[in-house]
């Protein structure tokens, strides 16, 4: 159990364009959902918080216009990527944690790889 | 907030050797420390971790060890095999409000087993 998908695994897009990542728990209902953004031998950076039903938290530096968290569900949370850049090019991470269980422990998609060109 | 620092950021072990990896936590509130070990272009995968009412944990080859008053802990290999190769990745778990934890990862340790 505890399974955690995204949506899709790799896109490649137009500089100017959005792009919308789906990260769903598929086997569990999640609380909260993080989203994380990986560099190329780099580590995971926290981009943001995300609680059911609420506006996520975002992380200091992260524009939140940019970046735009929905999480309408307890299965579902979505990053859109709007007017993305060349530099927005990055490995997104999202994780979930399972309601009712440990506070600390968070489970990982498996990360959209995303090319602005 | 909370700064992870890990070392270090390359490591090269003979198999059957033993690898250790050490990380250093700013946050003395922080008490939840898990290892990740993430394969290229794949997610993270929790493979052990350990509460900061505990000093030490292991799981067959693998364990972990808490200094709280030092504010470190490190990750101990043994018995390394090629598929032990990987990036590693420490992380301090922190309250960070309204509920939530958060998760703040060291910088990495790339792990190469040599046959």
């Known amino acids: 159990g505890a399974v955690v998908s995204q949506h899709p695994s790799w896109v490649i897009c137009k500089s100017g364009t959005s792009v919308k990542i789906e990260c769903r728990s598929l086997d569990f209902q999640a609380t909260t959902m993080f989203w994380y953004r990986q560099f190329p031998k780099q580590s995971l950076m926290l981009m943001a918080t995300s609680n059911e039903g609420s506006k996520a938290t975002y992380e200091q530096g992260v524009e939140k216009d940019k970046f735009l968290i929905n999480h309408a569900s307890l299965t579902l949370s979505t990053l859109t990527v709007t007017s993305a850049h060349p530099e927005d090019s990055s490995f997104y991470i999202c994780?979930?944690?399972?309601?009712?269980?440990?506070?600390?422990?968070?489970?990982f998609g498996p990360g959209t790889r995303l090319t602005v060109t | 907030g909370e700064n992870v620092e890990q070392h270090p950021s390359t490591l090269s072990v003979q198999e059957g050797d033993s690898a250790v990896i050490k990380c250093t936590y700013s946050?003395?509130?922080?008490?939840?420390f898990p290892w990740y070990k993430q394969e290229l272009g794949k997610r993270p995968q929790l493979i052990i971790d350990?509460?900061?009412?505990?000093g030490e944990k292991k799981d067959q080859r693998i364990a972990v060890t808490l200094n709280k008053t030092a504010k470190h802990f490190s990750l101990h290999i043994t018995e390394t095999q090629p598929e032990d190769s990987a990036v590693y990745f420490c992380?301090?778990?922190?309250?960070?409000?309204?509920?939530?934890?958060?998760?703040?990862f060291g910088k990495g340790t790339k792990l190469s087993v040599i046959p």
């Open positions: 946050d003395s509130a922080s008490n939840y």
């Open positions: 994780s979930a944690r399972r309601m009712g269980q440990s506070l600390y422990e968070q489970y």
């Open positions: 350990i509460r900061s009412n505990v």
């Open positions: 992380a301090a778990t922190l309250y960070s409000g309204a509920g939530s934890y958060q998760l703040t």
